[in-house]
């Protein structure tokens, strides 16, 4: 239904329209909860490298519940560039420290070899490399760029695991919204090639999103907020 009551309006684009963005250095702190309790926090910063590329920086701490109790500590770091008008993953670590669980993974996007590498706790997984591809913490700035440029849908091809996912978001629409940060007059992009487990983000000005929500497995939710 939501995409029939937007097809009238709706332009379907590609990492490739992404030309005319302009990425920008940004910082931003958000408070976590789940179910609507309060979690932990964390904080993302956008910054450029000498060598022209980008790193994507964040870190999630665990600051009540049972992410307190675990010691939950979460780290990501995202670097990439903007080639011929494209994002293009270079590099993603990621690390996941608590008391009963640890998690690790890393993504290699080979240019010249046309080949991703991933190392999933311990596990290798190689697959072809598409052009364009980002990985899941880098689709934040992606979105950001996307409505920066004013479009209204957009695909990005996502590194998981085994695979690349050709994730597909739809602009929801704008609405203003209240965060412990303030008020926000915002737009809501959704993800929609995943039925039942629809991420929403919203944007007001930036490349970083003013909120986040992310469903779980058990059917709730952890939600992001900006600060």
Known sequence: ?????????????????????????????????????AIGTATYALAANADGTWTLHSETRGTGGMAKLLGLDVREDSVFGLRDGRLQGLRYDYRQDAAIKHKQRSIDFDAHARQIRVRDNGKDFRYALVDGAIDRSTVAVA?????????????????????VEMQQYTV???AVIDL????YEATE??????????MKSWYAQGLLPVRVEQPQHDGKAIVLERK
């Open 180 to 183: 412990p940060g303030g008020r």
């Open 172 to 174: 929801h629409g704008g």
């Open 1 to 37: 239904m939501r995409n029939l009551l937007f097809a009238a309006g709706l332009l379907a684009l590609s990492v490739s329209a992404f030309a005319d963005a302009t990425l920008k250095p940004e910082q931003a702190a958000y408070t976590v909860t789940r179910d609507g309790k």
């Open 143 to 163: 979105l950001g760029l996307a409505l920066a440029n004013g479009a209204t849908s957009t695909t990005l091809p996502v590194a998981v695991r085994d695979r």
């Open 189 to 198: 992009i959704d993800r929609t090639d995943a039925p039942g487990k629809v």
